[in-house]
């Protein structure tokens, strides 16, 4: 399993940064191999400074050997060995009336000192983060989202949409990252789903990101924009790098396993504001997406 996920990362890889270099028409993604002194390694890819995208990566990763001390107490092993491996993308385009994306999927094992697989699971997921709310754009998003969880079953999306809202919450603003999307983590074998199954589910969900967002990038890159609302637009960007620090377990998975920090820390956008106290004013475009944050809705 872990050989047919990590050649369908490969490939996809290829495919969304093909894909994403086409629509800038400027930039292209530099690619970085590395190495993890413990097991292991990856390839990273980012897009800086294009026509359409400021800042991105693309990146996967298969890591593996002795589970650190701290992920040990997290799992609530001891003398674990592990395997990982996944991709995981952020963007950022340049224009605020063009929304962050940000995707990851990834498979996980777990074995005890005879080399025997004791654990393994899929996760992932894909959320859309908007500067300006276009309703029609997050409806778009949402919809791809459930279009490919209904092949396999007609209860995930809802019960992954609920789940990446809730994941994707800065508990201490009391808001919404994004407009949301799916997340799903710890997908094992069961009666009703095997890991072929949810292998099948995961690589699905993988197939439709590129159907899920070029689209809004096509339809709101030319749309003209003031530096009011690139101020704001980095004002927010802030709210996701407090995120991305504070809560997000993938970031705090690569720090506690000797991840690759370049790797890691590319979701970061490279301008980024902290206005004390801001607040957008009433009955603006602005305040409108607050709203929405602080009480996510149903998109489909």
């Known amino acids: 399993m872990k050989d047919q996920f990590y050649a369908y990362i490969q490939n996809l890889q290829d495919t969304i940064t ?121 409806r778009h998003f949402h919809s791809v989202c459930k279009q490919a969880c209904d092949v396999h079953n007609p209860d995930f999306y809802a019960n992954y949409k609920k789940r990446c809202d809730e994941y994707f919450w800065n508990a201490h603003r009391n808001e919404a990252r994004g407009v949301g999307g799916l997340f799903f983590d710890y997908c094992k074998a069961s009666d009703f789903m095997q890991m072929e199954d949810w292998y099948n589910f995961v690589t699905e969900v993988g197939d439709s990101f590129l159907e899920a967002y070029v689209p809004i990038v096509e339809k709101r890159k030319g749309l003209p924009y003031s530096q009011k609302n690139r101020d704001w637009q980095e004002i927010r960007r802030g709210r996701y790098v407090e995120f991305n620090l504070v809560h997000d377990k993938g970031t705090l998975f690569g720090l506690r396993t000797n991840g690759r920090i370049e790797s890691i820390l590319m979701s970061l956008p490279p301008h980024v504001q902290w206005q004390y106290d801001h607040h957008p004013e009433k009955g603006s475009e602005e305040e409108k997406l607050i709203q929405v944050l602080e009480k996510p809705i149903e998109w489909v």
Request: charged content about 25%; overall charge negative.
């Open 18 to 138: 093909s894909s994403l270099e086409k629509i800038d028409g400027k930039a292209q993604f530099q690619e970085d191999i590395w190495k993890r002194p413990e097991g292991g390694g990856g390839r990273t890819r980012v897009i800086e400074n294009g026509n359409v995208f400021e800042k991105g990566g693309v990146n996967i990763s298969a890591v593996h050997g002795e589970l650190p001390e701290s992920m040990q107490k997290y799992f609530g092993v001891e003398d674990a060995d592990f395997f990982a491996c996944g991709l995981s993308l952020v963007i950022h385009p340049k224009s605020p009336m063009l929304p962050t994306v940000h995707a990851n999927w990834r498979y996980f094992e777990m074995y005890n000192k005879e080399g025997e697989i004791v654990d393994q699971w899929f996760g992932g997921g894909q959320d859309l983060t908007p500067y300006y709310l276009f309703e029609e754009d997050a």
